[in-house]
């Protein structure tokens, strides 16, 4: 088992330090995991992409990708000005997308190679709900994890809740908030849409 997964979303949002946390959920649950970002323009909202891999050998395979098995979008809107088209969503795969219960997610801004499964939490609001807000800006990044476990089922919630617990770990308060945001959004991701074959799918081989 090899999966890739590609955090996008905007500069201030936290999607490298996802995947890194990701990566130490990973060594606890006896996966190997592998995370690394791109920048592009290094400013607080700018779209920004961050890499990771999990496996349950170790990882040989190196750089960056742009077909994943894993998309989690921490911002809907990407979607919506069409900057997720050039993400390929292999078949069987999992999009993962912070967005509140009334927004707009367009399905034709994805390119799917065959079926897969949209989820959807709104990581804004739990981040803002527990104080999460740096510079006005809500990180979503603790959240959406939460979302990870719940959507794809590789990362048990008591081994991600304790990999954020120790990425803060010098900060008993935000441990403590980070925490809850992961479990509370655990239990508030819930399916947004299944995609087959034959439906917005024409890059299809």
Avoid: C
Wanted: aromatic share 10%; no cysteine.
């Amino acid at each position: 088992m090899l999966l890739e997964i590609i955090f996008f979303g905007r500069g201030g949002q936290g999607g490298v330090t996802a995947a890194n946390i990701l990566v130490e959920a990973a060594t606890r649950q006896g996966l190997y995991g592998q995370g690394f970002p791109f920048f592009g323009a290094e400013r607080r909202g700018a779209p920004v992409k961050a890499f990771a891999r999990i496996s349950d050998n170790p990882i040989l395979r190196h750089g960056m990708f742009n077909d994943a098995d894993v998309l989690v979008l921490l911002d809907h809107r990407l979607s919506i000005i069409g900057l997720t088209k050039d993400i390929g969503i292999r078949d069987n795969g999992i999009i993962i997308v912070n967005a509140p219960k009334d927004a707009s997610i367009p399905l034709e801004s994805f390119k799917f190679y065959g079926r897969a499964k949209i989820y959807r939490v709104d990581a804004t609001e739990i981040a803002v709900r527990n104080k999460l807000v740096v510079a006005g800006w809500p990180v979503v990044n603790t959240a959406i994890l939460g979302a990870f476990s719940r959507a794809t089922g590789i990362i048990d919630i008591e081994n991600m809740i304790g990999a954020v617990r120790y990425y803060f770990r010098d900060r008993e308060h935000v441990a403590k908030a980070n925490a809850k945001a992961v479990y509370e959004a655990y239990e508030e991701t819930s399916v947004f849409k299944e995609v087959e074959p034959s439906s917005y799918n024409p890059y299809r081989a």
